[in-house]
């Protein structure tokens, strides 16, 4: 019995006139004769060719599209265009029939909503498959960036008491009977009586449990699953998403930026080798896609040649101060044509400013820095001029913000101070706190949206297509 071997591995064979059997699902049947063969390996089909003649008419008819196969057959130099081998059947069995009358994913083009809602088969379009293995070439980049410069992959908990960014957007944890919730004397929620005895919540960042590490390990990073009960229903934001933070002790926010901009281009870079059919095949699905568009709304870039761009050009780094400056001088600013106009300094940048800064000013992935400290969070580490913090976010192209982090206050007192001033309790946070107390040094850390990042890479315009099974409001399916 000769092993399966992958449609990948034989279509980048040298040897021909061997023995081979290949699984797969068939993805189209024509002619009696010709099946296109897929196995999640790659984005192209192997062509398998039926001796028709030889057999049997009710198998050839359930040869259908989304049949599970089996084939035994010859690999063989290919007379057709398109490809440089194909297999002669020599024995095919069904593993699994698929009905053609029933089955969603039919040979042809369906819309990305209409896929999302079959997202337990959307897997077995090019489309599908090209994204989610470009989303595995990322992760494993991630990790060998990390690992070859010696970080510490550390798991922070996913449930926690703490709100690590202070914005009140947690799902709860509980396993009260949520129809006899027990109440204290004063009707507050008896928290004491559930599992934790306390409340929890699923984690929105493990960057203060990772700060613990860094304190200790020096270089540590986290790549998990966060949570947001954000009620944005916008293709930027989903409930459920995973997050890479790393942490470095003795970094400053320039460090901080180094890396960032470092890790960012090392797994670009990755997947552009390692998938480059993939993102040829995306490349050319939204030169498709934007023909359907006005001239002057298409981009001067296609895919590949913007991911090629980001790996050339140093990102822009600026303040935010600097920034905002820009920004009032801009022309849509200038006459009227953002939905936020920029009035002052203080306030929080919209996304229709950060691409404004991004793709018409700069055209490269910015890093702004500086913020201020009433639009950031609490454990930024203050500047001199008592109005901001060192924090950075990096902007780019089509996507607004990839990255946030900062350089975090070491200095206990000025942390303590700014904890009072936001209202955040010092004794639910006292094993932070225990850090700047024992041992304290200067370190930084950011926090890089991994869907965001794999938009960007695959060009998908929605975060809901780059994720398997998207959580956003009113939807958890599957
Ligand atoms: O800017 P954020 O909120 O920063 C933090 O959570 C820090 N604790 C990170 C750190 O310094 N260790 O989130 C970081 C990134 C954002 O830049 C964005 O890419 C992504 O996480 N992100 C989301 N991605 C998808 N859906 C959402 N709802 C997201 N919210 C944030
Ligand atoms: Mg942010």
Redesign the pocket.
């Given at each position: 019995m000769t092993r399966r071997t992958k449609i990948k591995a034989l279509l980048e064979s040298e040897q021909t006139d061997i023995e081979v059997l290949v699984k797969g699902w068939v993805r189209t049947f024509r002619n009696n004769q010709f099946i296109a063969l897929n196995d999640g390996s790659t984005n192209h089909n192997l062509q398998v060719v039926v001796d028709f003649e030889n057999t049997n008419p009710a198998k050839l008819k359930r040869l259908t599209t989304g049949a599970a196969i089996s084939v035994s057959g010859t690999l063989v130099a290919s007379l057709g265009k398109g490809q440089k081998v194909e297999v002669k059947a020599k024995e095919i069995d069904i593993l699994g029939d698929c009905d053609a009358e029933t089955y969603p994913i039919q040979p042809k083009k369906h819309s990305l909503e209409f896929l999302r809602e079959n997202a337990h088969l959307r897997f077995r379009t090019n489309t599908f498959g090209a994204v989610f293995r470009v989303r595995n070439t990322l992760a494993y980049a991630i990790h060998q960036f990390f690992q070859e410069r010696g970080f510490v992959y550390l798991h922070t908990p996913i449930i926690t008491a703490s709100d690590?960014?202070g914005a009140g957007e947690t799902f709860h944890v509980t396993n009260f009977d949520l129809n006899r919730i027990p109440k204290t004397d004063d009707g507050e929620i008896n928290y004491e009586e559930d599992f934790f005895g306390r409340a929890t919540n699923l984690t929105?960042?493990g960057?203060l449990e990772?700060e613990l590490g860094a304190l200790a390990l020096s270089d540590i990073y986290t790549f998990g699953p966060?949570f947001?009960a954000?009620n944005?229903n916008t293709t930027?934001?989903?409930?459920e998403?995973w997050?890479i933070?790393p942490?470095m002790a003795f970094y400053d926010l320039n460090d901080n930026m180094d890396l960032a901009e470092a890790l960012l281009k090392y797994v670009i870079k990755y997947a552009l080798e390692k998938n480059a059919d993939d993102i040829e095949f995306l490349t050319q699905r939204l030169l498709d896609e934007e023909k359907q568009k006005p001239q002057q709304a298409r981009s001067e870039m296609n895919l590949v040649e913007k991911l090629n761009f980001c790996l050339d050009k140093d990102f822009e780094r600026l303040t935010y101060t600097e920034a905002i400056d820009i920004l009032k001088e801009s022309t849509p600013n200038k006459k009227k044509k953002f939905q936020y106009p920029i009035e002052g300094w203080g306030t929080d940048l919209q996304s229709e400013h950060e691409r404004y800064l991004v793709e018409k000013h700069f055209k490269k992935p910015v890093i702004l820095t500086d913020y201020p400290k009433q639009i950031k969070?609490f454990y930024m580490r203050q500047n001199d001029d008592g109005k901001t913090v060192r924090a950075m976010?990096i902007l780019f192209p089509g996507i607004g913000?990839?990255?946030?982090?900062?350089q975090r206050e070491e200095r206990l007192d000025k942390l303590e101070q700014r904890m009072d001033e936001m209202g955040i309790s010092k004794e639910e946070l006292w094993w932070y706190l225990d850090t700047r107390r024992f041992g304290t040094c200067p370190h930084a850390?950011?926090?890089?949206?991994f869907?965001?990042l794999i938009m960007f890479v695959t060009g998908m315009g929605n975060?809901r297509d780059v994720i398997p099974f998207p959580r956003y409001p009113k939807n958890a399916e599957f």
């Open positions: 690590a960014e929105v960042s960057q990772g966060t947001r954000e944005s930027r934001h989903v409930a998403f997050m933070e942490e969070a976010d913000e990839m990255v946030g982090g900062s850390g950011f926090g890089l949206g869907e965001r975060i």
